[in-house]
């Protein structure tokens, strides 16, 4: 299952910790950040290339330093295994999001994962500033089931649908223990 990864400014994640959750989701990963020059939210994705996403991951630490990071680790569930599907996305230029999970209520493609046409045909819809209502907040909770949403939003506040289904650890937050190496050895 995905992983996401809500990254405060203050914690640098070590490479080791990144690969293993790399390796145990390997469709490709993701970041979102503020550029705190341009006061924008921006992206990278990778789909076959860890140490692209890693030398990425680092160079916002450094340049952007007060800005959180949300990591995102795909394993494919729907959709084609494409750059259009690694997250994150932009619901809007303000806000941007990772899922962890499976929703099945989103409309059906073979193409686009079910968190692309969630995103599409739901989040998209809603108020621009849906992040701060409770009410909306509470009625994705509902939706989505057992999966996880991770926002990040232009004033670089993290908003988590479903928190108490992950955990924090390493002072970041995680939605689930993907993140640590397995014990079974293949």
Known sequence: MCIAIMNPSNVTLKK????????NNYHGG?????????NQL????????????????????????????????RIST???????NVHPFFVNQDIGFVHNGI???????????????????????????FVYNDGIMELLSEYIGYSK?????????????NEDLGVWDHGCWFSNTGYKASKYLD
């Not at 729907?78 to 259009?84: A, V």
């Not at 193409?111 to 500033?129: E, G, I, V």
């Open 149 to 161: 949403l991770l926002f990040l939003d232009i004033d670089n506040e993290y908003h988590i649908v």
């Open 16 to 23: 080791k910790l990144l690969k293993t959750c790399w390796d």
């Open 103 to 129: 929703i099945s209520q989103a409309p059906h493609s073979d193409r686009y994962s079910d968190t692309y046409m969630f995103n599409k045909s739901m989040l998209q819809a809603l108020p621009d500033d």
């Open 78 to 84: 729907h959709g084609t295994i494409s750059e259009d």
């Open 30 to 38: 993701g970041l979102l950040y503020i550029n705190t020059d341009t």
């Open 42 to 73: 921006e992206s990278f994705k990778s789909l076959k290339d860890f140490d692209a996403l890693y030398s990425q991951y680092q160079y916002v630490r450094k340049k952007y330093s007060k800005s959180k990071v949300v990591l995102h680790f």
